[in-house]
């Protein structure tokens, strides 16, 4: 039975993107989030500006996630909560789960600076942290 249990032990181990994959399915299906829901996460909604974006390797830890970044936005204006100018938030690069759900994040942008984005945000361990992100056209005003 000891063999077993290791090669079980191993398997686990060494497999685990595909035991953590986003499978959906006709039982557990994956809905895109609407607005509604997008609202009800967050507890800080803003549209801003990226001015200042950087790769923060010292917060894998605490976002769970291998590749966090740091992201400053000169805020526009709020939609729910309120804040400074400038916001500093955490944003991941999410799961495989989330371009099916319409989630996005600006850390998977390929030119972040100077982008313009709606963003849905929360209050956790200290830290302002990106829900979901939807960008908006630089040439119009949201």
């Given at each position: ?49 990226v ?39 955490v ?12 989630i ?39």
């Amino acid at each position: 039975m000891r063999p077993f249990a290791y090669c079980l032990l191993l398997i686990l181990c060494c497999a685990p993107p595909f035991a953590l994959a986003c499978k959906p399915s006709a039982a557990h299906p994956l809905k895109a989030l609407t607005e509604e829901e997008k609202l009800s996460a967050a507890t800080l909604v803003f549209v801003g500006t990226v001015i200042n974006f950087r790769k923060a390797p010292e917060l894998k830890s605490a976002s769970r996630h291998s590749d966090p970044a740091q992201v400053t936005l000169a805020v526009r204006h709020w939609q729910k909560g309120s804040g400074g100018h400038l916001m500093e938030l955490v944003d991941t690069t999410g799961t495989d789960c989330d371009p099916l759900m319409g989630i996005s994040h600006i850390a998977m942008d390929t030119q972040p600076l100077s982008s313009t984005w709606r963003v849905y945000a929360r209050e956790s361990q200290g830290r302002v942290w990106i829900i979901t992100a939807d960008r908006i056209n630089n040439n119009t005003t949201p």
